[in-house]
């Protein structure tokens, strides 16, 4: 079934200790994105990518890092996780190319719910 | 900058009752809008969403929003719930000039009571 898949799907990772969630994508939509939601405040994106080679910072980048080498992948790094990076992360794409009927909507993962000890 | 604003973050309505849950949105060019629902443990999918053709747009599961630009909203209704319903709703904006990333709202849990 074509979709988007994420890995792990949740991790216990000691602070200070290096992480990437992964994200891979079927449907060669040109746009990803990654996302952070929180208790009380929704989905705030972390950081996108327009298409392969390109990145962007979103609302909380912050100890993030991203990088998109080809058009399925896109993985999130958190160099040295801390507590406050305790959340559910989630990846989406979007595809611009297929017409304006699904312009800008994104088809989201299953999540990766990461707690930061 | 664009914006939206979902007015009350619980909503809980008995099982048959109509369903409203609120958005406003704030965007300096024409939108594009959209609800997304989230169940328990999982991530989220669309139930509908509004690319200026008509106001009132059907989605999934019954569920059915109107733009209205002069109350700069995008209010989701249902005429009666299930208890399958229940669930997270988000509300999102974005604008058509690209990729542009989605805006969300903070989120409203709907509960149905039996």
């Known amino acids: 079934i074509a979709g988007i898949t994420q890995a792990p799907t949740s991790q216990i990772l000691a602070a200070g200790r290096r992480m990437t969630l992964r994200c891979t994508q079927d449907m060669r939509h040109n746009a990803m994105y990654w996302y952070r939601q929180d208790l009380g405040l929704g989905l705030r994106l972390i950081h996108y990518?327009?298409?392969?080679?390109?990145?962007g910072k979103g609302e909380v980048p912050d100890g993030y890092s991203v990088s998109r080498a080809n058009t399925d992948d896109f993985p999130l790094t958190l160099a040295s996780a801390v507590p406050s990076q305790t959340s559910v992360y989630f990846c989406?794409?979007?595809?611009?190319?297929?017409?304006?009927?699904?312009?800008?909507?994104?088809?989201f993962g299953p999540g990766t719910r990461l707690t930061v000890l | 900058a664009q914006s939206v604003t979902q007015l009350g973050s619980h909503v809980s309505v008995s099982e048959g009752a109509l369903v409203l849950l609120r958005c406003n949105y704030s965007s300096s060019v024409p939108p594009y809008l959209f609800w997304y629902v989230q169940y328990p443990n999982q991530g989220l999918q669309l139930l509908l969403k509004y690319t200026s053709a008509a106001t009132l747009v059907k989605g999934i599961n019954g569920f059915e929003a109107e733009f209205k630009k002069s109350e700069t909203s995008f209010h989701l209704t249902k005429p009666s719930a299930h208890m399958s319903d229940a669930a997270e709703y988000f509300c999102a904006v974005s604008s058509y000039s690209g990729n542009t990333p989605l805006v969300f709202g903070k989120g409203t849990r709907l509960s149905v009571i039996a």
């Open positions: 989406a794409s979007s595809d611009s190319a297929s017409g304006l009927s699904s312009y800008n909507e994104q088809f």
């Open positions: 990518s327009n298409t392969a080679g390109t990145t």
